[in-house]
């Protein structure tokens, strides 16, 4: 098989299986945001795999799925921002992909790249929802952390224990 169709059925698995995991949620937000079973894993080991390119392509491939899947659309460009960016930003693990404990970085830039996404959307596009007398920027800063920073800590503490550590370092040296 050769290396550009492995890495295809790698990145469709990958989506596939955040996809899966997308639906078991450990907790929901009422106005968009969830706390999943390491959905964001999989797109950040497959830039962790594969590099920055395939990354960011796969992030954005699972975030137009996410929209069609679960839409929460307010403005055309929120779309750009909760969706293909925001996902998207979770292939900057690619960024990590030759480096000692890639995997650990790589997941908290992804991850912290898709918080970042949120937070601008959640200021330029919601700030009229926020409670009055509260600063919009604090509000959605603290709103979008209370459902990616858990998210964040159980999948580095997941890519963290050794077991795993070793078992990703047996894949990556097989797909790659």
């Not at 137009?64 to 899947?69: A, D, H, K, Y």
């Not at 960024?95 to 991850?111: E, I, T, Y």
């Not at 949120?118 to 929802?129: C, D, K, M, Q, R």
Request: net charge positive; hydrophobic share 50%; charged share 10%.
């Amino acid at each position: 098989m050769s290396s550009d169709v492995k890495r295809l059925v790698y990145c469709a698995i990958a989506i596939a299986l955040a996809t899966v995991t997308s639906f078991i949620k450990l907790t929901s937000l009422p106005f968009g945001g969830s706390v999943t079973l390491f959905s964001m894993f999989f797109i950040c080991l497959t830039g962790y795999l594969y590099g920055l390119k395939t990354g960011l392509m796969t992030g954005i491939a699972y975030g137009i799925l996410q929209l069609m899947l679960d839409p929460y659309i307010y403005a055309p460009m929120q779309i750009l921002l909760d969706f293909p960016f925001a996902f998207g930003a979770l292939g900057f693990s690619g960024l990590f992909w030759k480096s000692r404990h890639g995997l650990v970085k790589g997941c908290a830039a992804g991850m912290t790249g898709r918080y970042l996404c949120h937070v601008v959307s959640g200021y330029i596009f919601f700030a009229e929802y926020v409670p009055d007398g509260m600063n919009p920027i604090l509000y959605t800063l603290g709103y979008n952390l209370t459902y990616i920073l858990p998210e964040m800590m159980i999948t580095l503490i997941l890519v963290s224990i050794p077991t795993m550590v070793t078992a990703l370092s047996q894949v990556k040296r097989m797909v790659v």
